[in-house]
């Protein structure tokens, strides 16, 4: 698999449990590796979630360790609908 699919999949992974309601950093990582645990490590999420996401504005952080997704990581979880986790 191409390195910059696996990336794809770590980001739709971290957005969807977002979406999906697991709001704290421990249960966005520990569902997000268990989706991508072929090939993502947990440093690995959590590079993407704090380099990627969280500074590009596609989530933000509502309370100490609490994130929740902009309307940019909705629109970004919509380009990710054709890569299947």
Known sequence: MDADVKRDLVR???????KNGS??????KDKATIHCNDFASSNSIKKQL???????????RTNPGKYQL??????LLTVYSHISI
């Open 50 to 60: 704090f380099k990627y996401l969280l500074p590009q504005g596609y989530i933000e």
């Open 70 to 75: 902009t309307q940019k990581g909705e629109l």
């Open 12 to 18: 739709k992974a971290i957005l969807l449990q977002i």
């Open 23 to 28: 709001t704290r950093y421990t249960h966005i």
